[in-house]
Structures are given as structure tokens and as C-alpha cells.
């Protein structure tokens, strides 16, 4: 219908960070990624590296936070069950000790959350800014995560 | 910018379409996705709206996302700060401050998030009635980024 077009090349290159920024949207971005690696990765070699890039990166920090959320709701109830029934036996005396301990490591698993997740926010930001001004991207340990699921035929 | 107006009434309401996205948080994403994913070749105007949505809602994602952080980190230097002068001065003013001050920083969010989903609705009601609408600060920006031969030729 007309004969401006927007430069197929600037337009791939925010597609990648629209890709990486997926990363700042709960559980929808992840979507979004998927949904635009999976439709241009027969029609781009930069989509196709960079939007599988950051889809491993967001999934692999989905997973891990979903795991990470798992093996503490469990550990809740292995320190919260036992105490429960130490409270009437000879043991009573521990289970103060053990809730102390129990409430200084999830300070510290929170601190590591915290730290986690300024990482995961400046490892997203830092690549789709680098896609926009057309550098190199990557991020740590996908590059390792990529080669060994053997993703990108 | 040279990026074409709208010609067609499909064009303009997709193009609304894509902008209301925001209305819906994080799923909202889907709607100038699809259109973009779906029409860019056939629609330079279909292709820029859709990509101008779309960094549109990632910068509210962003903002959110930033604004979160930088929230928590007050409030907890406020309450940490209250409690310590609550201590001190054996009161309990300090904690009064710091409730209101969370509710001040809470509003002040909210009332962001508001502009920021007002101005999608400006966006989508503009372009559902035919005009090139560009977002303050970004549009243009993403015009110049997105059309670079162009913007050359004019400055020649």
C-alpha cells in the first residue's frame, strides 16, 4: 500500500529487545519470548539466536525461582512438623534454638532473592540495550545452557 | 517522520486495538504482539503502532519494575530509621511518618501507573480516529530508530 517500510534490520534488532525486555513482565513476557522466537526463527538468524537467548534465560530463571519456592515452602514444614511434636517430649527445649536458626537463613535466602533478582533485572536491561545499539549479547552460562540442550539446530 | 497514515478503518482499529492493550496488565502484551507478528508486512502504519505499543507497555513494565525497587528500598531505610528514633526518643510519632509515608509512595505509584494507562487510552482513541499518534519522549524516537535511511536523506 505504500512504499515506506520500516529498515527490516533496526526492526529485527527491537524485536530482540522487546524479547529480552520480556524479562521485566511476571510470567506473560516469557510468552511474549516464545511467541516471537517460535514465528521469526525461520526468518531471522539474529531473532533466531537472541530470542532463544533470552528464552532460556527467562525460563531458566522462572524455573528456578519456581524450584527455589518449593524447596522452601517444604522446608517450612520439615522444621514446622518435627517441632510441632517436640514440644511435648524432653526436645521442648530446642525448638526455640531451631526456629532462631530457621528465621536467620531465611533472612539470608531473602537477602539471595534480593541479590537474584537486581542480577536477573541488570542481565535483561544490559542485553536489550546491547540488541538495540546492535552490539554483542549475550548472557552468562546460556551460551553453556544453549550448546548442551543442543536448542538451536 | 515519513511512517504512513492510516488508510484503511481496519488499520486504524487494530491499531487501537493494539494500544488499549495496556488496559490489561502483562496479558494486555498479546494485542500489538499479534498485530505486529501478524500484519507488519502488510502495514508499515499496523507495524510501527504495534512495535510503538509494545515499548510502550516493556517501559511500563520497566518502571514498574525499577519503581518497586526503589519503593521497597525507602521504606525500608524509613522504617528502619523510625524504629530507631521510636527507641530513641520513646515515641511512637516516628512510626505514624512512616505509615503515611507509605501510603504517600503507594499513591504516588498508583497515580503513575494512571498516566501511564491514560496515555495508552490517548494513543488507541488518536489512532482509532486516524491519526500517526506518537507517545511523548518515545514515539519519535522509535520513528528515527525505525526509519534510519530516511532520517539520513533528510539531514543531506
Given at each position: 500500500?505504500?512504499?515506506?517500510?520500516?529498515?527490516?534490520?533496526?526492526?529485527?534488532?527491537?524485536?530482540?529487545?522487546?524479547?529480552?525486555?520480556?524479562?521485566?513482565?511476571?510470567?506473560m513476557?516469557?510468552?511474549?519470548?516464545?511467541?516471537?522466537?517460535?514465528?521469526?526463527?525461520?526468518?531471522?538468524?539474529?531473532?533466531?539466536?537472541?530470542?532463544?537467548?533470552?528464552?532460556?534465560?527467562?525460563?531458566?530463571?522462572?524455573?528456578?525461582?519456581?524450584?527455589a519456592?518449593?524447596?522452601?515452602?517444604?522446608?517450612?514444614?520439615?522444621?514446622?512438623?518435627?517441632?510441632?511434636?517436640?514440644?511435648?517430649?524432653?526436645?521442648?527445649?530446642?525448638?526455640?534454638?531451631?526456629?532462631i536458626?530457621?528465621?536467620?537463613l531465611?533472612l539470608?535466602?531473602?537477602?539471595?532473592?534480593?541479590?537474584?533478582?537486581?542480577?536477573?533485572?541488570?542481565?535483561?536491561?544490559?542485553?536489550?540495550?546491547?540488541?538495540?545499539?546492535?552490539?554483542?549479547?549475550?548472557?552468562?552460562?546460556?551460551?553453556?545452557?544453549?550448546?548442551?540442550?543442543?536448542?538451536?539446530? | 517522520?515519513?511512517?504512513?497514515?492510516?488508510?484503511?478503518?481496519?488499520?486504524?482499529?487494530?491499531?487501537?486495538?493494539?494500544?488499549?492493550?495496556?488496559?490489561?496488565?502483562?496479558?494486555?502484551?498479546?494485542?500489538?504482539?499479534?498485530?505486529?507478528?501478524?500484519?507488519?508486512?502488510?502495514?508499515?502504519?499496523?507495524?510501527?503502532?504495534?512495535?510503538?505499543?509494545?515499548?510502550?507497555?516493556?517501559?511500563?513494565?520497566?518502571?514498574?519494575?525499577?519503581?518497586?525497587?526503589?519503593?521497597?528500598?525507602?521504606?525500608?531505610?524509613?522504617?528502619?530509621?523510625?524504629?530507631?528514633?521510636?527507641?530513641?526518643?520513646?515515641?511512637?510519632?516516628?512510626?505514624?511518618?512512616?505509615t503515611?509515608?507509605?501510603?504517600?509512595?503507594?499513591?504516588?505509584?498508583?497515580?503513575?501507573?494512571?498516566?501511564?494507562?491514560?496515555?495508552?487510552?490517548?494513543a488507541?482513541?488518536?489512532?482509532?480516529?486516524?491519526?500517526?499518534?506518537?507517545?511523548?519522549?518515545?514515539?519519535?524516537?522509535?520513528?528515527?530508530?525505525?526509519?534510519?535511511?530516511?532520517?539520513?536523506?533528510?539531514?543531506?
Amino acid at each position: 500500500m505504500s512504499e515506506a517500510r520500516l529498515d527490516p534490520a533496526r526492526e529485527e534488532r527491537l524485536a530482540a529487545a522487546i524479547c529480552h525486555l520480556g524479562a521485566f513482565v511476571p510470567y506473560m513476557g516469557i510468552l511474549a519470548t516464545l511467541i516471537i522466537w517460535l514465528t521469526q526463527k525461520e526468518r531471522s538468524v539474529l531473532l533466531r539466536r537472541q530470542a532463544l537467548d533470552a528464552l532460556l534465560f527467562q525460563g531458566a530463571a522462572t524455573g528456578l525461582y519456581l524450584l527455589a519456592s518449593g524447596v522452601l515452602g517444604g522446608a517450612y514444614f520439615l522444621v514446622f512438623f518435627p517441632t510441632m511434636m517436640m514440644s511435648d517430649t524432653a526436645a521442648a527445649e530446642f525448638v526455640p534454638v531451631i526456629w532462631i536458626v530457621y528465621t536467620v537463613l531465611m533472612l539470608g535466602v531473602m537477602l539471595l532473592y534480593f541479590v537474584a533478582a537486581l542480577a536477573y533485572y541488570f542481565l535483561a536491561g544490559r542485553a536489550a540495550w546491547n540488541s538495540l545499539r546492535g552490539g554483542r549479547v549475550s548472557y552468562p552460562l546460556i551460551g553453556w545452557l544453549r550448546e548442551l540442550l543442543r536448542a538451536e539446530r | 517522520m515519513t511512517i504512513p497514515s492510516p488508510t484503511t478503518s481496519n488499520e486504524r482499529w487494530l491499531a487501537a486495538l493494539a494500544h488499549a492493550g495496556i488496559l490489561i496488565p502483562t496479558i494486555g502484551l498479546a494485542a500489538p504482539l499479534v498485530v505486529w507478528l501478524a500484519l507488519r508486512q502488510k502495514s508499515t502504519f499496523l507495524a510501527f503502532q504495534a512495535l510503538q505499543a509494545l515499548a510502550f507497555q516493556l517501559l511500563l513494565a520497566v518502571a514498574g519494575v525499577i519503581g518497586g525497587f526503589l519503593s521497597g528500598f525507602l521504606m525500608l531505610g524509613f522504617s528502619l530509621a523510625a524504629m530507631a528514633l521510636g527507641i530513641a526518643i520513646e515515641s511512637e510519632a516516628p512510626f505514624i511518618f512512616v505509615t503515611g509515608g507509605t501510603w504517600l509512595v503507594l499513591g504516588l505509584l498508583l497515580c503513575v501507573l494512571g498516566l501511564f494507562v491514560l496515555l495508552g487510552l490517548i494513543a488507541a482513541i488518536a489512532c482509532a480516529s486516524g491519526a500517526n499518534f506518537r507517545y511523548p519522549l518515545l514515539g519519535d524516537r522509535l520513528a528515527r530508530y525505525l526509519t534510519p535511511a530516511e532520517t539520513e536523506a533528510r539531514h543531506e
